[in-house]
């Protein structure tokens, strides 16, 4: 995070019912519409990211046998939207991708051949778990091409604002993202940009069993310049300066530095003789197997106390049990390439201390 966006965050808090509140937070709305490329509404919920997919999930499909969703996975997170589906009784067709693979367009143009009643499709543009991106603009094309009424619900929590990404111009009816990963804020945020179908889908769906994720009462209040409930003030006012700062820079600007630093760090992990846990890796992190003899716990608590370098380990799902074998670095948010190099030179020191030979 940068300073200036901790120093906004310290200020003292305004009240929500002003028009100063009003003025910020409608400042705010439009950076985030130009961010996703969309004409349509920005909703921020304060929660996390999962607050904001789940918000979009509820909000779009009733539980009951019918109509039913489509839900890809090929990683953690997309099982998570799995799980909150079978969680609310919704019924669900999963497609389920190898870890460290994504899913195709025409997978999932098959899927939604062989199912015609979906009605929602939810997708991971990139898979954090796995560093993992799919080809997006493809698969909302088969969505769109399949000429039945299915919204494209996308977890871009580590996307927007990472990789190229044009919510109305790709036809993503619903699009997500959260505060705290390219976003360079604090956790705390979640974003819901709405395209005109899922608008019109949200007057139709009666949602069950859920108040405050009810996105019809975000809307209502957001075409008003306001939040339907208190929110975190001074991280909208963070957010709202962050953005001011992605923009001063240019968003293409920012991509590209995040391809750098990808492209950068996938050649250097490669010469060291490790292999990339992904077959179409993401650009807004880079993910690689331990080599044997390499302790996770103990190799990452080296980069944080001989370092001062954070990076994180892997995760558990259904589809791989990739905990203690796999490490991953971000190039998301407030970091340029004097930070990656730094990151990569520790990483290489302490593959060398841990026992591990680097030609
Ligand atoms: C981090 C992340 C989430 C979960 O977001 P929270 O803010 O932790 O709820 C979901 N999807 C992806 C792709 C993520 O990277």
New binding site residues.
Partial sequence: MPEPVLAEIAKPVIHHRTSQFRDIFADLSQRLQRLFGTEGPVLTLAG???TA?EAAQVSLIAPGPAPRALTVASGK?GERWQDIYQACRVEQIRLNVTWGSCPTAEQVAQALQENPDISVVTL?H???STATACDLQSIAQAVREHGCDALLIV?G??SVAALPLHMDEWGIDVLVT?S??ALMLP?GLGFVGLGPRAVHRLQQVKPDGCYSLDLRRWLESWQDRDVPFTPPVNLIRGQRLALEMIESHGIADVWARTAELADMTRGRLQSMGLQLISDSPSDSLTGAFYPSGVNDGAFRAALREKHAIQIAGGQDGRGGQWKGKIFRISHMGHVDADDTRAALDAIETQLTAAGHAIG
């Fill in positions: 996390s990211g999962t997919f997170f991971v990139s898979e954090t977890d929590i580590t959260g705290q990963k956790p």
